[in-house]
């Protein structure tokens, strides 16, 4: 499957958004695309179905460095201590000790942006994700984010 490799990320091009998948159906469709060959799997925290994601990787059997699993902090969970503890709490319904990239995201206009990087690259530093990098940033956040953040970000996660 072809990689794209942005800052020490190699990231499978292809993979399963989770952003509409709930409960049983979720464990299903994510156990079933690792057995048809993805290797990304997509969700975040706002989707509530990081426990389910989790499961069906783990149905699915296959080693963990397998698997490229990525997930978000919500934008009213960019405050440092809140970003951790989404972190933490992303990780334990998951099942995972990391993630492969950990996303903000959105911006939050009202939390500033320079604690979010650094709590973002703490993240990361930690051992909790082995990337980070942000969603859904404009020109001007993505800039500013660059900027600001003491560790490369991976990717603008934008919907396509």
């Not at 950990?102 to 939050?108: F, K, R």
Request: proline letters at 4%; a negative charge.
């Amino acid at each position: 499957m072809h990689q794209v490799k942005a800052n020490g990320a190699s990231i499978p091009a292809l993979g399963l958004g989770t952003f509409t998948l709930k409960g049983g159906e979720c464990v299903t469709m994510v156990r079933e695309a690792l057995a048809q060959g993805y290797r990304h799997i997509d969700t975040a925290r706002a989707y509530g179905n990081e426990a389910e994601v989790g499961e069906g990787i783990r149905e699915a059997g296959l080693a963990r460095d397998d698997i490229f699993v990525t997930t978000k902090v919500w934008w009213t969970d960019l405050a440092p201590d809140d970003l951790r503890r989404s972190a933490e709490n992303s990780l334990a319904d998951l099942g995972l000790d990391a993630v492969d990239l950990l996303l903000v995201h959105w911006p939050n206009p009202d939390i500033p942006l320079a604690g979010t990087m650094a709590a973002l690259a703490g993240v990361r530093q930690d051992g909790l994700a082995r990337h980070i990098g942000v969603s859904n940033f404009t020109t001007r956040h993505i800039e500013e984010a660059l900027a600001i953040c003491p560790v490369p970000l991976a990717v603008n996660q934008v919907e396509y």
